[in-house]
Nanobody, 123 residues
Framework: DVQLVESGGGSVQTGGSLRLSCVVS????????MGWFRQAPGKEREGVAV???????TYGDSVKGRFTISKDNAKNTLYLQMNDLKPEDSGMYYC??????????????????WGQGTQVTVS
């Protein structure tokens, strides 16, 4: 079974930084798509950043220039470095994975496997 476990969320002031981590197990980590999504209360889950198997990244317009997605294959871990955080960045952040190759659509319906989420609050 695929397991994705997020960590690193918390409360931070506007302008601060956080780094989220997602440890992946039971998954062919070096292929397919990996991504970060977030969901605020009353809103749909939105794509924050997506990383495909050849290293191509896609970012949501609201986080471009502030967030960076990366992975450490040796540690089977996906990261999301978040800088210059704003209150509108608050929400539950989810790690997602999908084994398909090709273009990785930054939409929640595309991804097969999900973590339980980690809360980010910016005030």
């Amino acid at each position: 079974d695929v397991q994705l476990v997020e960590s690193g969320g918390g409360s931070v002031q506007t302008g601060g930084s956080l780094r989220l981590s997602c440890v992946v197990s039971g998954y062919t980590y070096n292929s397919g798509c990996m991504g970060w999504f977030r969901q605020a209360p009353g809103k749909e889950r939105e794509g924050v950043a997506v990383l495909d198997s050849d290293g191509t990244t896609t970012y949501g317009d609201s986080v471009k220039g502030r967030f960076t997605i990366s992975k450490d294959n040796a540690k089977n871990t996906l990261y999301l470095q978040m800088n210059d955080l704003k209150p509108e960045d608050s929400g539950m952040y989810y790690c997602a994975a999908d084994p398909r190759g090709g273009y990785c659509y930054p939409t929640a319906t595309f991804f097969k496997d999900w973590g339980q989420g980690t809360q980010v609050t910016v005030s």
